[in-house]
């Protein structure tokens, strides 16, 4: 985990500020939803992305770098970059 340098207090609501260039760094918009974990002591939050990033489909997922992928996205990705291999070899 990787410190920012950013300290933020919890008002009388139990709320705080996720400051806007975090937001902007991870791509996280007014309205859309946040996922809290417990790890240990640690509070970790994260988008809530219920499916496939690039399909949106929720059955058969892998995790990917922190990311939900189905194994049908994967299976058609692995295709798209086979013809791409063959085409450049020709």
Sequence with gaps: MKSIGIVR??????RFVIPS???CNLN??????????LEGDKIVLQKYQPG???T???ND???YKGQKVSV????EMN???AQKRKKDAS
């Design 79 to 81: 295709a798209i970059i």
């Design 72 to 75: 049908t996205a994967v299976a």
């Design 56 to 58: 949106g489909a929720v």
């Design 28 to 37: 996280i918009h007014t309205g859309d939803p946040l996922e809290m974990y």
């Design 9 to 14: 207090k919890i008002d009388d609501l139990g």
């Design 61 to 63: 997922l892998i995790e």
């Design 21 to 23: 260039e975090v937001r």
């Design 52 to 54: 496939c990033v690039f």
